[in-house]
């Protein structure tokens, strides 16, 4: 029986099409952990801390993003529970005085600007709607660095699916101007873009 060229040729389309599907997010992007299975879940519930009492604003209106070493250590210069996590952490970092070189799911491309206490102390936005349900999270999960930007993969929006049609997460600029039009707020590209 003699398969027919469009069928022959229909068959091989597909299939580099299901390579690409699978094979270029793993090409494109590059994963590691974070230096620290940090729990915002164990911080939120057991220690009652709040986004602000880790992310704060600085006397400036700047915004410290990250905490720094000397914020963690001021709770965790003894380990406080019986984890081999917080251990691990106070062994390896508060101890030698080292900083964990976290990887920032968040970092804007050099040409945008974006203030927090804007959004936060004007606007009164929760970070949960941009950052999602960090309350909940046991773990951080994989930072995923797109190769060519060396951004991380959030900013461009992570499909929570295979299918584009929605992301997680609320960094893509997309979201920022779906937000803004339902608050009725239009403005320049200017205002965001340096």
């Known amino acids: 029986m003699r398969i027919p060229g469009k069928l022959l040729f229909l068959a091989g389309m597909l299939a580099a099409l299901g390579v690409g599907w699978v094979g270029f997010p793993l090409a494109i992007y590059k994963s590691r952990p974070q230096p620290v299975d940090f729990s915002h879940k164990v911080h939120a519930e057991k220690a009652g801390s709040s986004c602000e009492d880790c992310h704060a604003f600085r006397a400036d209106g700047t915004f410290s993003g990250i905490p720094t070493l000397d914020k963690c250590a001021g709770c965790h210069a003894a380990p406080m529970g019986a984890t081999v996590v917080e251990k691990k952490f106070i062994e390896q970092y508060v101890t ?5 070189q976290w990887a920032s799911y968040a970092r804007q491309p050099e040409n945008v600007y974006f203030s927090h206490i804007t959004h936060v102390k004007a606007a ?71």
């Not at 936005?125 to 060519?148: A, V």
């Not at 960094?171 to 200017?190: I, K, P, Q, W």
Request: aromatic letters at 4%.
């Open 124 to 194: 009164q936005l929760k970070c949960e709607q941009c950052h999602g349900d960090q309350k909940s999270n046991d773990k951080p999960r994989l930072y995923q660095e797109d190769r060519i930007s060396g951004y991380s993969r959030d900013i461009w929006g992570r499909p929570s699916s295979r299918v584009p049609l929605r992301t997680e997460g609320g960094m893509t600029m997309g979201d920022c101007v779906a937000c803004h039009r339902e608050r009725g707020l239009e403005h320049s590209c200017l205002d965001c873009h340096k």
């Open 96 to 100: 030698p005085n080292r900083e964990p």
